[in-house]
């Protein structure tokens, strides 16, 4: 059949299947997100233009913006689905890098093909190429090779018959799935080959399953049979392995508390009798303190990162972590006792007959996590002074249905709702992208969420600097008709990062804006309801926290064929606090102020104490 590449590699997205958790068949490339420009617009777009009525084509506002949202649908899709984006040359491709670091940090596939320059180079240079002096064969499409796990540039019309196999290969991978990058070249994007028929017939990709080493799974078994004081971690690979009844069922049948990390949470339903809360710097005091008298750890498809162990201080010195993961480059960290293969599948392998926890230890979970919810209500209770993020969340969460998808990202607000979120369990209703903790992603990875849900409300929540940093996806939605709610709390500034910077002896300095330098005597803000009507949003305001609450429960009904946005200011000092600590760069030669030398010492008591 010959085609040219663009046609050729569009067909090869259109035959492409995927089976999900639940079976059934559907499109693995479900819908293409494009600005098209100088470098796609006349191969790939009239290739595309030409295939719409199979794959879907939306435009997007901005690049980082709608390759974002193509990750916000890979998540909501629990990975069984890939969005793909599309995008001119030069400045048009590097606006995506950032969107393939989100999806390189959080193990999410994500099929970029942005446009490259020519490769025949008879017109260089041309319109937006940047020249490297040294190295003809360099284009700004190199720079996503630190962020892409498989990254080829097609200069050849064949050379698709080797690299789509691959491309399918990394993107449907339990262990090695992330971005792709397909940089193509103008020229070749419109030159012909002869391919063969098979490249372009449909095929169903069945994520796989890999099994455990026996032998590892009997050293997992030794050391957990062994322990008393067990803990269960479930992380995202429980998610998209679709192995949270099955760990459920292994932790009730050997009295093991459980906890979640940011990827894993609302996996396991709140008021289940084993439940300890999420874990870490922003999950739950309960959890913590489970965390630091376990004397084994079972870590089932996490990669432990900081803000989940606390920088490494929340767990005994003496503990043995037992982990289980398809990934090995995860399951070997910190020396842990790795048993590579999927959760669903290994978890039952574990020899562990006969054997439970001690009953005393078993019980403490649900002990220490009412405790944990009494300090969760005392921060939600209702006030009159200006809302607090709690009380924000508790409202969005009491509204919620089971069916419901909420979303966070960065600022102050992911410790809100993965400390305090209660979840009705049965399956994933929770994206925290904090892998790369991207402020923007709240809004653009809405979108791709809205799209990819079924059923329920898309509720995402994000701070004034966020909704700053990127909104024009707001739009995006709004014209194709993709609602979800978005709740903007305005405290004035970077209150986190101000609260980092303070709270380790810092001078308060250009966070707030009422720390930033200005030559006006008066300067603005940002009407913030303002712009989200501009952008075609249904709008609701609030000033108190019962004012809130009828805000957010009448976005959610408006939410039917675009986004509703409520505003709402909040209290830049008020926060949920797990008790766990976290490393940062507190200057070794401090300055004269007290306060640095204070935050200091603060670490080296925590240090001391734990």
Known sequence: MELTTARALVAWLVAQRSETLDGREVPLFPAVFAIFGHGNVLGLGTALQERAAEIPVWRGHSEQGMALAAVGYAKAAQRRQVGVVTSSIGPGALNMVTAAGVAHANRLPLLLLPGDTFTSRAPDPVLQQIERFGDATATANDAFRAVSRYFDRITRPEQLLATLPQVVRVL????????????????????????????????????????????????????????????????????????????????????????????????????????????????????????????????????????????????????????????????????????????????????????????????????????????????????????????????????????????????????????????????????VEYGFSCMGYELAGAWGAAMAREEGVVTTLLGDGSYLMSNSELFSAAFAGHPFVAVVCDNDGYAVIARLQEGQGGIPFNNFYANCRTDHASPPRVDFAGHARALGCSVFTASGIGEFRDAYARARAAAVSRPAVVVVSTDPRAWTESGAWWEVGVPQHLSGDAGYREGKREQLRYLRGR
């Open 172 to 431: 449907t991978d339990p262990s090695e799935t992330g971005p792709v990058t397909l940089a193509l070249p103008q020229d070749v994007q419109a030159e012909t080959f002869d391919y063969p028929d098979a490249l372009f017939e449909p095929v169903v990709h069945r994520i796989p399953r890999p099994r455990a080493d026996i032998r590892e799974l009997e050293a997992a078994s030794a050391v957990l049979r062994a322990a008393r004081r067990p803990l269960l971690v479930l992380g995202g690979g429980v998610r998209y392995s679709g192995a949270a009844s099955t760990a459920i069922t292994v932790a009730q049948r050997h009295g093991i508390p459980i906890t979640e990390t940011t990827a894993g949470r609302t996996l396991v339903a709140h008021d289940h009798p084993l439940y300890a809360g999420p874990l870490g710097v922003t999950g739950s005091e309960s959890a913590n303190i489970l965390a630091a008298e376990a004397d084994v750890v079972l870590a089932v498809g996490t990669r432990l990162q900081d803000f989940t162990t606390a920088s490494w201080s929340i767990f005994a010195p003496a503990v043995r972590v037992v982990t289980v993961n398809t990934a090995r480059f995860d399951a070997v960290k910190h020396g842990a006792l790795a048993v590579v293969g999927d959760a669903a599948a290994t978890l039952p392998e574990l020899a562990l007959s006969g054997w439970r926890a001690d009953r005393d230890w078993t019980s403490r979970a649900a002990q220490l996590r009412t405790a944990w919810d009494a300090r969760i209500d005392e921060w939600r209770a209702p006030t009159t002074n200006v809302p607090t993020y709690a009380q924000v969340v508790g409202i969005v969460n009491e509204l919620s249905e089971p069916k419901d998808y909420v979303m966070t990202a960065s600022g102050g607000l992911p410790g809100e709702l993965i400390g305090g979120w209660r979840a009705a369990g049965g399956s994933p209703s929770m994206d």
